[in-house]
């Protein structure tokens, strides 16, 4: 339960990023292997063997070329026997060179690790590893805020609280720690996204009370955009954002008026055979680029235009 580098720096703004990204830049597996083989989440029920691997490859494609126009997108070789691999993002949380792989709750998923450890550690990343039993899945269930100062994490159906300490002592900070309670949101990323700007998507019916108020201490009333049950079950929180640019599945047109009228470029795709597996568009990109680089803070801005 140690990093691979004894050296990691005190504090965060002395970390060098390893590799050094300037533009935005997500790590992505095409969908080979994919297939609803099994039941890991409420959303796989009633949907094994009946995904399309065709579709799901097309809607793949359709995501990568548009994410390609706005950022960088390396890819990772899909592997046998890892059907979920596509959902890259539970593999890993990165920042500032340092990726903290993840520990799978469902031994169906465990073997994806070493694939994409052995890649992360030939580009150069700094590996943080968790031990085997004590349940963390990336980007799923820990994110950063906007702006990579402030850590939120989830426990509650497939993820350790006990995960939320140790994932946050890579980077030398505190772990705001929220408790689902909807076993259809069994990941965080399913219902809560912190978009550029200090703002937040979220669906406040996922959480306990208690981490609701943490929410609404963190994020002022302005900033928060609450999704109904219809938009959270078409996984709209599960979002990719890179500054003004919202990538996420087809949503509903309130939804995309309320983003719209915040500031951001809402992009729709066709995602329906991932959401058979559990997953959106923030799912299927591991981001590696630093968030400053990522929302164009940092540097010269992405060029970013709706298609």
């Known amino acids: 339960m140690a990093s691979i580098s004894t050296a990691v720096p005190a504090t965060p703004e002395v970390f060098a990023s390893t590799p050094h990204f300037t533009r935005p830049t997500f790590l992505m597996c095409p969908p080979e292997w994919y297939g609803v083989d099994y039941v890991l989440n409420p959303w796989m029920a009633g949907n094994v063997h009946r995904s399309s691997r065709d579709l799901a490859f097309a809607q793949w494609k359709g995501f990568h070329n548009v994410l ?5 997108v390396r890819l990772l070789h ?4 890892c059907p979920d691999m596509v959902f890259l993002s539970h593999g890993a949380l990165v920042h500032h060179g340092v990726a903290a792989v993840s520990s799978f709750h469902r031994p169906e998923r465990r073997s994806e690790t070493a694939h994409l450890r052995r890649w992360l550690m030939s580009q150069g990343f700094l590996l943080w590893e968790t031990a085997h039993g004590t ?11 906007d702006l990579g100062n ?13 995960s939320h300490h ?9 772990a705001n720690s929220l408790h689902l309670v909807d076993p259809r949101f069994y990941h965080l990323d ?6 550029h700007g200090g703002y937040l998507l979220y669906f406040p019916a996922a959480f306990d009370t208690a981490s609701l108020a943490k929410i ?7 900033k928060r955009i609450a999704v109904s049950e219809v938009d959270a079950t078409r996984m709209a929180c599960c979002a990719l954002n890179i500054g ?10 309130s939804l995309a008026a309320r983003l719209f009228d915040a500031g951001f470029d809402v992009v729709q795709l066709e995602l329906s055979e991932f959401i058979k597996g559990g997953g959106g568009a923030r799912s299927l990109a591991l981001r590696l680029s630093d968030l400053r680089v990522t929302h164009g803070t940092l540097g010269t801005a992405p060029n970013i235009a709706t298609p």
């Open 190 to 195: 399913t219902c809560f996204a912190p978009l």
């Open 78 to 81: 899909p592997e046998p026997g």
């Open 68 to 72: 390609r126009g706005v950022a960088d």
């Open 244 to 253: 003004r640019a919202v990538f996420t599945g087809e949503i509903s047109k």
């Open 166 to 174: 140790h994932i946050a002592d890579a980077w030398h900070l505190a």
């Open 150 to 162: 402030q850590l939120w994490a989830a426990h509650g159906v497939r993820t350790c609280r006990a």
């Open 216 to 222: 609404e201490a963190a994020y002022p009333v302005e």
């Open 135 to 145: 349940a963390f899945e990336g980007e799923g269930d820990i994110t950063f805020d």
